[in-house]
């Protein structure tokens, strides 16, 4: 294991050198820096695991420096460095995020205890990040994020169904993720070893249809100057996927359900039926069902597709998952692009979260894609949104409403003096007010 690497951030050149002396002893990697611009330049570059952080610094506070770690890397700690006289200050960072404070003169062997312990909260939450990880990929399936109830239900039912050789109906909204269902339930299958074949449905033709699943026999129309095997016949052994199955014209729905109650096919031009061993595995963005009850999908089609249906739940109601995608998509276009960009800002997820996602796992991977690609830093922040996000964002923003100053200065009074049981003298030193003060503002809010 590595050891545990430290930054310690402090002005005073003596303070930056003992601390350093003591921790390296521990066996610790410590780097040490005068400035907070320093630190986080090289924070970005290669991370580190605790930073030890005076809270008066040239140019950017402490304070400045534990806010922009906190939006880099959640997982690293902060401990702040401070003066007796600005320890409210450090309790302040620790409402922040900062894991604790300790007071100047350092006393070296008090350092070295709070050290250990907010390291040892690092590798714990490492430790149980890792498991997680390792108890949910035992379930989940090959390139599928998600650990909320409803994506851990789907990769239960993949998991009961994949090594089945029934045929599975899968539903769901655009960019869900049905052909990535198809592709797990055929890598779990016997079928695995044979060929997965794709094919979408949608805006085609009868004739381009039956050619390219049934393919044709030489000389069965102009232009067939040789046969041609379709998609149905290449995947043989294998598993056929039928994507937007709901756009089949009505006439090819026929001759699909032919096939599947036979197994067995006639090419296009042809006489002869050929056996085919094929799983069928379809999908739809449309509510099938509904399309029965209108006619516009055959039903004895539907019942012999729909043996298991595996329904996709919208991103919008597995918000639970936008982090756990936001992290994988922001892992994969940093790769991408040669990029070091670890994380997105607070402002930016709660956006995310926030936001609907018409477009589903497929426009989240769009955003976060073009984000890294315009980012200029080392995480997103929310102007690398799109616009229509950001405005999204600001118009909610103005929707909310918010209580006036004098609301909040009316409502913490009365806090004071209920807790103080009316006692205005005890009420105004709380308050930092004189006793006059308190007593003008008391009338003028109708609390005396």
């Known amino acids: 294991m590595e050891p545990f690497r430290i930054a310690v951030i402090d002005d005073e050149p ?17 780097e040490t820096f005068s400035d907070g611009e320093a630190a986080l330049a090289r924070f970005d570059q290669a991370g580190f695991d605790l930073i030890l952080c005076d809270l008066r610094l040239p140019g950017s506070s402490g304070l400045d420096l534990l806010k922009s770690v906190r939006r880099r890397s959640p997982d690293c700690e902060v401990i702040i460095i401070t003066a007796y006289s600005s320890v409210d200050t450090a309790i302040e960072a620790i409402r922040f995020g900062a894991f604790h404070y300790v007071t100047k003169p350092i006393k070296l062997a008090d350092l070295k205890s709070l050290v250990k312990r907010a390291l040892d909260k690092v590798l714990l939450i490492r430790e149980k990040e890792a498991l997680q990880e390792a108890l949910l990929s035992q379930n989940r399936p090959m390139d599928f994020i998600g650990n909320s109830k409803p994506m851990l239900e789907i990769f239960r039912l993949i998991g009961k169904v994949a090594p089945l050789d029934c045929n599975v109906l899968i539903q769901g909204e655009s960019g869900t993720g049905k052909e990535m269902v198809a592709r797990a339930l055929h890598q779990r299958n016997p079928r695995s070893h044979h060929p997965f074949v794709s094919f979408n449905c949608g805006g085609f033709t009868e004739e381009l249809i039956a050619n390219e699943l049934f393919g044709h026999e030489k000389g069965a129309f102009t232009g067939a100057t ?4 379709g998609l149905l016949e290449a995947a043989h052994k294998g598993t056929i996927f039928l994507d937007e199955i709901g756009e089949m014209p009505m006439s090819m729905q026929v001759k699909l359900l032919r096939f599947v109650e036979e197994h ?3 090419r296009v031009g042809g006489v002869k039926a050929h056996p085919m061993d094929v799983r ?8 099938l069902k509904t399309l029965v009850e209108s006619r516009g999908f055959r039903e004895d089609l539907y019942y012999r597709l729909n043996v298991v249906n595996v329904t996709l739940p919208p991103l919008r109601k597995r918000q639970d998952d936008i982090p756990l995608l936001v992290r994988h998509f922001l892992k994969k276009y940093s790769r991408a692009f040669g990029k070091q960009i670890n994380c997105v800002s607070n402002e930016v997820l709660e956006i995310l979260i926030k936001y609907p996602f018409p477009g589903n796992v497929r426009e989240l991977e769009n955003i976060i894609e073009r984000a890294v690609a315009l980012s200029d830093d080392t995480f997103i922040s929310d102007s690398d949104l799109p616009s229509d996000l950001r405005e999204l964002s600001m118009s909610s923003l103005e929707k909310k409403t918010w209580p006036s100053l004098e609301e909040k200065e ?3 009074i009365e806090q004071v003096l209920v807790k103080t049981n009316y006692r205005k003298n005890l009420a105004a030193e709380i308050l930092k007010m004189p006793r006059t003060t308190l007593w003008r503002k008391m009338k003028q809010h109708g609390l005396d």
């Open 14 to 30: 003596i303070v930056c050198r003992e601390v350093k002396r003591g921790l390296t002893k521990e066996q610790y990697d410590v």
């Open 226 to 229: 040789e046969t041609k095997i």
């Open 264 to 266: 067995a096919l006639i």
């Open 280 to 287: 069928l595995i379809a999908a739809s963005n449309q509510d």
């Open 410 to 412: 009316k409502q913490y």
